[in-house]
């Protein structure tokens, strides 16, 4: 049995890497991929994960294929297209370390995942399904993901969402909203972005919009990430927000899908059901979080920043 399955994107994020010696941009090929780097996170801190996706049959691919392999999640569910390069990112950098991304998918091999090639016993034996919404922007690829979320409900994993909006892979806006809306019936715990909440629900309050979501779609818990401000969460009956940490921070890439690795390492370790869970148990897994989200910061890229056990510890210990 593996602890965490995901499926989604696996592609080449570009990095800025300086000047060459002409004065042109340099870029770093890193890993990237929101469901991956969730992954790895948790692969960090001893968890056992496995993905599931596509890469193209090319040298990104099979750089992929290594970095997982490398970083320990397990690859039997990652199809290699014979059709279709490898998708990729390249990040533009602001002097905050925030980013913006132009994507090279059209198409790329992540959303020529069929549905047949989703390992079904994989998913049911899993203790958590992982996915986000760029697995759903196109098919073939949502219908897979759609065949992997019903096997998840049928043997009851829990499933966790990161709807991770990217609005340039949408051909609407309107159809990524939808879409989004539409994964959320399947969650159990939502990670949101504030941007997000207000783009999937209308409303800008954290209280009001989390409680739509919240009572809507039946969620365990709703995690608003706020950046450098830290969470927001909504649990049971109650709200609460735990402040991030301020780090040096040269690139934001990953951020969240290492707040949300962490996050979710945190409730396997507790071993209990979400109903056993009291808000202070909840509020330190949060702070937990924020800590390995910000320290993921202070390097470029996102599997390459994902920091140690003892470092998180360090520095959530220096806070107390």
Known sequence: ?????????????????????????LFESNPGGA??????????????????????????GSFLMETLQKNRIDTQGL???????????????????????????????????????????????AKI????????????????????????????????????????LWESLSQAKETILEGMQYADVLKISDEELEFTTGIRNLEEGSQFLFEKFELKVVLVTLG????FYRFGKGTGHMTGFQVGTIDTTGAGDLFFGAFLHQFLQKDVSWEAIKTEELEAMIL???????????????IPAIPSLDEARQLLEGRN
């Open 288 to 302: 937990f979080a924020n800590a390995v989200a910000a320290l993921g910061t202070t390097k470029k890229g996102a």
């Open 129 to 168: 399904f992982h996915f986000g919404s760029l697995s759903m922007t196109h098919e073939p690829a949502k219908t897979a993901t759609l065949k992997a979320l019903h096997a998840a409900k049928e043997k009851d994993v829990l499933i966790s969402f990161d709807p991770n909006l990217r609005p340039a």
């Open 79 to 125: 199809i290699y297209s014979k059709d279709v390069n490898t998708t990729l990112a390249f990040v533009h950098l602001k002097e905050d370390g925030d980013r913006s991304f132009q994507f090279y998918r059209s198409p790329g091999a992540d959303i020529m995942l069929q549905e047949q090639e989703v390992d079904v016993e994989l998913v049911q034996q």
């Open 228 to 231: 450098v401000n830290g969470c």
């Open 35 to 60: 469901p991956a780097n969730v992954l790895a996170t948790l692969a960090k801190f001893n968890t056992t994960t496995a993905f599931i996706g596509k890469v193209g049959n090319d040298q990104f």
């Open 1 to 25: 049995m593996v602890d965490v399955v995901a499926l989604g994107e696996l592609l080449i994020d570009f990095t800025p890497a300086g000047k060459s010696a002409n004065g042109n941009a």
